[in-house]
């Protein structure tokens, strides 16, 4: 039971760290492109399609590292007035509705990546198989439900921050 505890924070902060690596790899490239592109009339084949899969890669793997952070958009001005028990209630409430949403967005991903993965989809350019991508991002999905149902566990236990 410990290690289930401690996987989840850990699995966060890999995923943290690989998005930030993604936002440097997409600045990166984009400058190095601009560059080949100002100086030698030479852009870097792919860029385009490397980076949009950087970014998407960025995106899906700082979703749990935003909900711990509670850097989602809120109604802080109408909530912040509220006495605590309700606005823990609203926070019940808005956490079950996303994690409905997210589990759909993660269930329709990686059946959208199985299709990919049959029909045999590439990148235009590079011809990168683009239902990997779309699994990354499921999976980026699927650990951000899982913090959502913690939260949950954790209003209905009583251990919540």
């Not at 350019?125 to 949950?152: H, K, Q, R, T």
């Amino acid at each position: 039971m410990e290690e289930t505890k401690r996987l989840l924070p850990l699995t966060e902060r890999i995923m943290r760290i690989i998005a930030a690596a993604c936002l440097v790899g997409m600045a990166a490239m984009t400058g190095a492109d601009v560059v080949m592109r100002g100086a030698f009339n030479t852009p870097i084949f792919g860029c385009e399609e490397i980076v949009s899969i950087l970014g998407v890669v960025a995106v899906g793997f700082a979703l749990p590292y935003a909900h711990y952070q509670k850097s989602h958009i809120g109604v802080e001005i109408l909530v912040r007035r509220l006495p605590k028990r309700v606005r823990d209630v609203f926070g019940l409430v808005t956490n079950l509705a996303t994690l409905f949403l997210a589990a759909i967005i993660t269930w329709r991903m990686y059946d959208y990546a199985g299709t990919l993965s049959e029909s045999g989809e590439v990148s235009m350019n590079l011809e990168l198989p683009e239902y990997m991508v779309v699994y990354v991002l499921a999976f980026g999905f699927l650990v951000y439900s899982v913090c959502l149902l913690s939260d949950i566990v954790k209003y209905f236990t009583g251990r919540r921050g």
